[in-house]
């Protein structure tokens, strides 16, 4: 419950003045007074407090407006400050629930912001409410944290014990897009280097080193490594440089007897691997979870986690999160594909492709497939798409770690 | 699929190319125009260069989101009933990197190619480029093809 200021507060007292004037019982055999109630705000809990005796709290039971009190006999006074408010939800004065309460307003006011100005220097609070329809004081903390940390508080500073409700929640966060900086980094994120933006492909542990994977193509210079520094999500942000460029085999020329086709340089993955700078947080396994596949949404709404690593065989239905067209989905068409990429003289040997959502800024991306819960089989990153993006081209997480080296990847 | 070069784009000239300014999209700042440049007729079996013009006109510098180290570009091509005979992009793979692309006051950005038509009758012709967001389309432009 938000605490409004004092000029509300005043210009709130007078309209309940008004509304008690015009609900003394009188009637008038004129017209009826104009509905100069039917918009009404919903009144200051505070000048309640101080017009109706022992009012402990307001809110709407199904759209009947509820208070408590702790003296029941009080409901006149309750009707007489509230009519207006009632007849402008459609319920006489009369039909307003009176409930019984067992703390008065003002003391679970103090108590709260008592209680508030102290518990957040515990771990795990994630906030302190005046809950006015339990006629309590609300404390949330996050799963797992202690309550009784929290009833201790509450002891010290003289609140009753059974005025005290200590609830488990799940913590409240900034909701932030894909192309937005997160920390940790999770795949699936927008990077940046130069002029041009990418997505992150996984994070991994190599030889001890804590680093990214994204696509070879997503380097200063594809095939070989120029040191490409990369931020999350935009260069011009502080604090947004995450990691350098430190693997991207390079390409290799085709030759009679190899799977290269002839004048062409190849690969079979599209990936380089970026080591993390000192100090910037990440997760291990983590890839970005939006509200669902195929909906163009890029609010990030949880996280999936690698437990596990595969390939995907012609039929699977598979996954991306990227920066551009968020999480998508679609089954694989094709498997060890060599594909020759627009534009250049690169085969990428063996990839897969899948009919799914794709759009620029998606290179790079995590591709995995569903396990159960937020469980995923980690099988790739992105690469490429179609011109009318609408089917997606990945190299499979083998071909990733033949070029670039065992990884740990959750 | 050659790329049109210097020498194509001065015959191009004799084609009497015409401008078509395309329809503002959603995502377009007003400042952003997208034109397609071709002849309005052509021969069969000839290569008929098609030029995608992006032109800042306004006063203030404007970023773009396109797709590719090369700016990715297609060009569709549909007879009058509206089958499509051609696709610059059809069976192409293409990097999913976006750039970002900055277009000074009045800096235009021009890309082409050729396409070669093989019958004659009268075609459409329209040009498109990926962004991260809705494609930038030209408004669409006729040709005739005479034998």
């Keep these: 419950m938000s605490r409004p200021s004092t000029a509300i507060r005043v210009a709130a007292a007078a309209a309940l003045v008004a509304v008690a004037a015009c609900s003394d019982g009188t009637r008038s055999t004129g017209p009826e007074p104009a509905p100069v109630l039917r918009t009404v705000q919903a009144p200051d809990l505070g000048v309640l407090a101080r017009t109706v005796p022992g009012f402990g709290g307001l809110f709407l039971d199904h759209g009947v407006p509820t208070v408590y009190l702790t003296d029941v006999t009080k409901r006149g006074a309750a009707e007489r400050a509230l009519g207006g408010f009632a007849q402008s939800r459609g319920v006489a004065p009369a039909e307003i629930r009176v409930l019984q309460g067992k703390y008065a307003y003002g003391d679970l006011d103090r108590w709260t912001q008592a209680v508030s100005y102290e518990a957040f220097e515990q771990g795990g609070v994630v906030f302190v409410d005046l809950d006015e329809a339990a006629n309590r004081v609300l404390v949330a903390v996050e799963r797992g944290a202690s309550h009784a940390n929290i009833r201790s508080l509450a002891a010290r500073l003289g609140v009753p014990a059974e005025a005290l409700v200590v609830r488990e929640t799940d913590p409240i966060v900034y909701a932030s897009t894909l192309q937005e900086q997160v920390r940790p980094v999770v795949a699936g994120l927008q990077i940046h280097f130069g002029n041009f933006l990418c997505s992150i492909g996984f994070n991994a542990v190599s030889g001890g080193q804590n680093s990214f994977v994204t696509a070879s193509h997503c380097t200063n210079v594809q095939g070989g490594v120029e040191g490409t520094q990369y931020f999350q999500s935009l260069s011009s942000q502080p604090n947004s440089f995450i990691g350098t460029e430190v693997a991207d085999p390079a390409y290799v020329r085709g030759r009679k007897g190899s799977a290269c086709p002839k004048s062409r340089r190849c690969r079979f993955s599209d990936a380089s691997r970026a080591a993390y700078a000192a100090g910037v947080p990440f997760t291990l396994g983590g890839i970005a979870e939006t509200s669902g596949p195929n909906n163009g949404s890029l609010t990030i709404t949880g996280t999936f986690s690698v437990t596990s690593e595969g390939n995907a065989v012609v039929g699977d239905v598979v996954n991306k999160v990227g920066r551009t067209t968020g999480w998508t989905q679609g089954v694989v068409t094709n498997t060890c594909v060599n594909t020759g990429v627009s534009g250049s003289n690169i085969v990428q040997l063996c990839q897969t492709f899948v009919d799914a959502g794709v759009g620029g800024g998606d290179s790079g991306s995590d591709v995995f497939g569903l396990t159960g819960g937020s469980s995923v089989r980690l099988l790739g990153i992105l690469w490429g798409g179609n011109g009318a993006g609408t089917q997606f081209v990945y190299s499979p997480i083998t071909n990733i770690e033949q070029e670039l080296g065992p990884l740990t990847t959750f | ?147």
């Design chain 2, 1 to 147: 699929m050659k790329r049109w070069g210097g020498a194509a784009l001065c015959g191009a000239a004799l084609l009497i190319p015409r401008t078509v300014i395309a329809t503002p999209s959603p995502q377009r700042p007003d400042s952003l125009t997208f034109t397609l440049v071709a002849p309005d007729s052509a021969r069969a079996g000839h290569p008929i260069p098609i030029v995608l013009r992006l032109t800042n006109t306004g006063d203030r510098p404007l970023d773009l989101y396109l797709t590719g180290r090369t700016i990715t570009f297609d060009i569709v091509v549909t007879r009058v009933d509206g089958e499509i005979v051609w696709r610059r992009l059809a069976h192409v793979t293409s990097q999913q990197i976006l750039q970002v692309k900055t277009l000074a006051p009045g800096e235009m950005l021009e890309v082409k190619d050729r396409w070669t038509a093989t019958a004659p009758g009268d075609y459409t012709l329209m040009g498109v480029i990926p962004t991260d967001r809705e494609p930038l389309r030209t408004a669409p432009a006729r040709l005739r093809v005479a034998p």
